[in-house]
């Protein structure tokens, strides 16, 4: 049981726009940032957001990312075959001693 | 650009400890932290804990009595034991470096990532 909850799967068509919901608690999402990983299949998970919207570079704009309250999103627009993967939410946990907790991953399929 | 590689047993036994060492290449190990995070098959993602090139440690409450990490600046390395396996501690373990630097807890973020390494716990 994740401490973040997300979507178990997600899907859309190239081209489509989908969004990706991450459900946390006051003492993770929200009081501290929100960050997104993708992992594509057989690899390791690459940073996609960090700090709720910002993307890295070499990241299209194409990914966007945002939080409110205790919740956050990852949205995909024009979606592309390249973009089936897992995305995972990511915050850092204040409660007990502090912890990185994440969520249970979204597997998102382009049809 | 700096690439991190785990290494260590593939399997291990019950009750046994897990040792893992990730090698931090084409940069410097120091004025960072560095984090365990581990998957098993078919699940989500785990932190496991960090660790500043200080010596200085976070780990997860839930398996911070298993958990010791260290850090060899000299060899540009750092290292996880976790204690007392059972077959739940199956999983590919990931090591990752924090960025930006040294920063408040929550501020930073796991970029690059090692390419995992599969540990199986099985007598």
């Known amino acids: 049981q994740s401490v973040l909850t997300q979507p178990p799967s997600a899907s859309g068509t190239p081209g489509q726009r989908v969004t990706i919901s991450c459900s946390g608690s006051?003492?993770?999402?929200?009081?501290?940032?929100v960050y997104w990983y993708q992992q594509l299949p057989g690899t390791a998970p690459k940073l996609l957001i960090y700090?709720?919207?910002q993307r890295p570079s070499g990241v299209p704009d194409r990914f966007s990312g945002s939080k409110s309250g205790t919740s956050a999103s990852l949205a995909i627009s024009g979606l592309r075959s390249e973009d089936e993967a897992d995305y995972y939410c990511?915050?850092?946990?204040?409660?007990?001693?502090?912890?990185?907790?994440f969520g249970g991953g979204t597997k998102l399929t382009v049809l | 650009q700096v690439q991190l590689q785990e290494s260590g047993p593939g399997l291990v036994k019950p009750s046994e400890t897990l040792s893992l060492t990730c090698t931090v290449s084409g940069g410097s190990i120091s004025s960072y932290y560095w984090s365990w995070i581990r998957q098993p098959a078919g699940k989500g993602l785990e932190w496991i804990g960090r660790i500043y090139t200080s010596g200085s440690t976070n780990y997860n409450p839930s398996l911070k009595s298993r958990v010791t990490m260290s850090v060899d600046t000299s060899k540009n390395q750092f290292s996880l034991k976790l204690s007392s396996v059972t077959a739940a501690d199956t999983a590919v373990y990931y090591c990752?470096?924090?960025?930006?630097?040294?920063?408040?807890?929550?501020?930073?973020?796991?970029?690059?990532w090692g390419q995992g390494t599969l540990v199986t716990v099985s007598s």
């Open positions: 990752a470096r924090a960025l930006p630097g040294i920063a408040a807890a929550g501020t930073d973020w796991f970029d690059p």
């Open positions: 700090r709720n919207n």
């Open positions: 990511a915050a850092w946990d204040d409660s007990l001693s502090g912890s990185w907790v």
């Open positions: 006051s003492s993770n999402i929200g009081s501290n940032y």
